[in-house]
DNA sequence: GATGCTAACGGCACGCAGTGCCGTTAGCAA
DNA sequence: TTGCTAACGGCACTGCGTGCCGTTAGCATC
């Protein structure tokens, strides 16, 4: 949309809705039948990704770790923003000075996280954990903030850079400081293996169990 | 303020600033100079909070974990809802109804949440932890979202429950899933040990770390 | 007590966002 | 050609937010 750029050589108060309209070639009242506000008129149609999302939930392996589900989610609104660099690039800059259009895309990251924590929700409720309201509330903060930390990034470098990549790393640790919490033990690095244990139990059995695992790398779920 | 009350009667729509002016017995000019806006006439001032966070993080001692200080610093948003609950409870039954008000709301938990993330992001880096600005945003959207939880929990029940109590839990829930992944070994709960090792280290150098820890209790990173 | 200063107030008018209403027109089917 | 439908665009209206300015209350000074 022509909008965009209006903003971005005018100031977003300096454009009036008449002005986008006349460089669009359409009627003011038109213009208003496309788009709900003069904000939106930037934005992408975060219903469609979050649709989407809602879909692969739905659809969603229960084997696997609900944390890595909410990242395979969390991941389509990313892929929504990479299947448009120019556009989104621009938008990021005008984001990023213009203080009601921040707000909104703030309001939007807040929807995309909603449907997050009600996912883990279920699945922490189902799985037994405790706290599973808490849980689910923080660990979809966390992997909406690692999304955000590297579109942002991505964005910055102007959408060089391979996001996806960087979106592994992130999710990554996203996903091994909410699975040691709850889980047994989980590889860290490659290098690494953590192992948690109750000072309980017999040395002897402990012993054997790390240095299994040291040899292995297998995680080991008691 | 009266607006508050008007809104919740007769509608957030409904209202014009017309009338909150008039039922406060000012004139309309007046209102905007109290009030940026129509939305801000319902909200508490989020800068002074703000302000007080920052200097809580200057003073801040360094030798408490990084993600302790920005759970205390969010607890004093905390105790600003809890020092009006009549308020703060119906700010929450306008906020969760009407779109623009929750936009407002989930702005400014944004706000505080950069400040925590800024903090964090100084703290990692001198502390020389990897991915020091991930981690910042990750740790810090994480402690803003428990104690939005432990907030709306709140709100919920009417102002009754003893909030602090279930924000230490929250917290400990955070700090010991940032803690875990970052640090050598921390104490889970009382009866648990994590221990992080390489595993080109000598078998026997580990198991002797390992028992040492699980005897005494003891943090050891080397 | 009169005079000048300052700060808050309130009225007025304006620009602009967003909405409802309605006439016009383009496209298509019978 | 006639009738129908859907998109368009003009018009007017409400309401938010702001700039401007006259008024007034409070206070210090001479």
Redesign the interface.
Known sequence: MAAIDLFLESGYENTTVDDIAAAAGVGRRTFFRYFRSKEDAIFPSHDEVLRDIERLFDEADDSQHPVEVACAGVTLVLDSYLSDPDVSVKRYTLTRTVAPL???E??SV?RYQRVLARYLRGRFETDGEP?P???A??????V???N???LR?WLRNGGTEDAHALAD??FR??V???S??SRGSTG?TD??????????AP?AE??QR??SS??T?ERDTP
């Open positions: 921040r707000d909104k703030v309001a807040d706290l309201d808490l849980r509330s923080v660990a979809a903060a966390a909406a903030a690692a955000n930390h590297v990034r790393k992130a640790l996203v091994d400081a909410f040691a919490t860290a290098d690494t293996v953590i192992a948690v244990l109750r000072s309980s040395l402990v012993v790390i240095s040291l040899a790398g």
